[in-house]
């Protein structure tokens, strides 16, 4: 198997024009990999540039500058017809399964669409491969006839998943995939997920604010804050030994169940930056230094 990351991310940068010249800095120096069978977690309260980051790497956004590499090879400029061969490697799963299928269309037909646009599958074969595709997901195949509103929250997730999975990725960006889901139903799909992992090898770059969720799943965590990685490092290393103030504020504002095990929150002040600049100025970038093997912080002003 080659040592080169699946995913890595080079000096990346995502603007959007605002008013009179200013530019939201969404995605600020970003430098990240993510090893093959590897799920990397990407935290940080809403509006910090997760789903943009995500969103850029799979190229649904266009970078403003910086690199993405697949397998060594450098996507972020690609013209649609050369990206076009890279597409079947990298898949994603949005928040709101509802949204991301077309309640018109029976999901047998959504998640067949993936195989006929790519041309992998001869139509003689498609309803088994489809259905094979059910199967994986724990759906049984004689719904694939039936409509997204015929389907629990937690089912049509299941068929996003099926969908994802149609072109064997290598890399499955789930961006806040369990978010919209109860909880019970979120250990389901997030225990689905993870057995799909051993079983296809899959790399996951896991968007996600719910902490207990990234625990549970995560083998290495990034922490962003205001568009920048602030904190990187295992899972093991972020959440037993937090360097950065804002990382420790995250994990303060976990709830626990057991008011025995509560201790008081360290409430955070004031008004969240914002992420907007005036025209001709940008954000102060991070210098980030090694605590410890593999995890890395951003040096902070005392």
């Known amino acids: 198997m080659s040592n080169t990351?699946?995913?890595e991310c080079k000096a990346l940068y995502k603007q959007f024009q605002a008013a009179e010249g200013a530019a939201v800095h969404a995605v600020v120096n970003v430098d990240l990999e993510l090893a093959r069978g590897e799920t990397l977690a990407v935290v940080g309260e809403s509006g910090c540039g997760k789903s943009t980051l995500a969103n850029t790497i799979i190229r649904l956004e266009e970078p403003s500058a910086g690199q993405v590499l697949l397998d060594g090879?450098?996507?972020s400029h690609m013209g649609s017809r050369e990206l076009r061969q890279h597409r079947q490697k990298m898949q994603i799963i949005f928040q709101d399964p509802f949204a991301s299928l077309d309640p018109r269309r029976q999901v047998g037909k959504a998640v067949s669409e993936p195989l006929r646009i790519h041309g992998v599958t001869p139509e003689a074969g498609m309803e088994e491969t489809v259905a094979e595709l059910f199967r994986k997901v724990s759906l049984p195949p004689d719904v694939m006839q039936?409509?997204?509103?015929?389907?629990?929250?937690?089912?049509?997730?299941?068929i996003c998943i099926a969908?994802?999975?149609?072109?064997?990725?290598?890399?499955?960006?789930?961006?806040?995939?369990v978010s919209?889901?109860?909880v019970s139903v979120q250990a389901q799909v997030i225990n689905l997920m993870m057995d799909l992992q051993e079983e296809m090898g899959l790399s996951y770059l896991f968007i996600s604010h719910d902490l207990a969720v990234v625990e549970r799943v995560a083998h290495r965590v990034a922490v962003m804050y205001l568009g920048q990685i602030v904190e990187l490092g295992t899972r093991k290393q972020v959440f037993n030994n937090p360097q950065h103030s804002y990382t420790q504020k995250l994990l303060d504002a976990v709830?626990?169940?057991?008011?025995?095990?509560?201790?008081?929150?360290v409430m955070i002040e004031g008004e969240i930056p914002s992420p907007i600049w005036p025209k001709g100025q940008s954000p102060e970038l991070v210098t980030m230094r090694e605590v410890e093997p593999g995890h890395q912080v951003a040096i902070e002003d005392l």
């Open 146 to 158: 039936n409509y997204p509103h015929q389907f629990s929250g937690g089912q049509r997730q299941r």
């Open 180 to 182: 919209a889901l109860d």
């Open 73 to 75: 090879v450098d996507i």
């Open 255 to 265: 709830p626990i169940a057991d008011p025995k095990a509560r201790k008081k929150h």
């Open 5 to 7: 990351p699946l995913i």
């Open 163 to 177: 969908r994802a999975l149609a072109l064997q990725p290598e890399l499955v960006i789930a961006d806040e995939a």
